[in-house]
T-cell receptor, first 112, second 113 residues
């Protein structure tokens, strides 16, 4: 199936630092979504993006839908310990009635 | 709030057993999905269903089957469990229509011994 390249795979940061992660694809996507998975839980939707160029914020989180429709990034500002978890990007392919495609995730660790 | 409930958080089964993982959602979602999650491999789609009695293979259907007799319930079946099916299994649901995000359950951690 289609694949999303998500990077970095993991990050160790100090509390208070800003974080940036991104997803790229070789094909066009109509929708980009960002999820967070806390340890021992299922992923929870953070931000949804529906239009190329769209920039959306949710508290300290900001995500953008790339102009080419082949990428998206997520920024977290002023990280706190509860930001720890795995962040997944997901995209909806532009053609066909297919399910979301997920990236492999970015594991974020925050050092207090 | 949409709730997706998976019947067990932890399950230990023996090799060769038939295993049923149950998932129920309470918000009348048309679409339901089963994923497995393994370290470094992300979420891999096993099967999905866009309607009652309908099922489609995902990326890794081998060794699994599914059942959707009612709209709210989507069952994943391991016909003969093997140790390489030890994993975290996640169920998700969504409204019909493209662009709707998925709501996930809390997952079932299955260990096959």
């Amino acid at each position: 199936g289609q694949q999303l390249n998500q990077s970095p795979q993991s990050m160790f940061i100090q509390e208070g630092e800003d974080v940036s992660m991104n997803c790229t694809s070789s094909s066009i996507f109509n929708t980009w979504l960002w999820y967070k998975q806390d340890p021992g839980e299922g992923p929870v939707l953070l931000i949804a993006l529906y239009k190329a160029g769209e920039l959306t914020s949710n508290g300290r989180l900001t995500a953008q839908f790339g102009i080419t429709r082949k990428d998206s990034f997520l920024n977290i500002s002023a990280s706190i310990p509860s930001d720890v978890g795995i962040y997944f990007c997901a995209g909806l392919p532009s053609s066909g009635n297919t399910p979301l495609v997920f990236g492999k995730g970015t594991r974020l660790s925050v050092i207090a | 709030d949409v709730k997706v409930t998976q019947s067990s958080r932890y399950l230990v089964k023996r090799t060769g057993e038939k295993v049923f993982l149950e998932c129920v959602q309470d918000m009348d979602h048309e679409n339901m999905f089963w994923y497995r999650q393994d370290p470094g491999l992300g979420l891999r789609l096993i099967y999905f269903s866009y309607d009652v009695k309908m099922k489609e293979k995902g990326d890794i259907p081998e060794g699994y089957s599914v059942s959707r007799e009612k709209k709210e319930r989507f069952s994943l079946i391991l016909e003969s469990a093997s140790t390489n099916q030890t994993s975290m299994y996640l169920c998700a649901s969504s409204l019909r229509g493209r662009g709707f995000g998925y709501t996930f359950g809390s997952g079932t951690r299955l260990t096959v011994v």
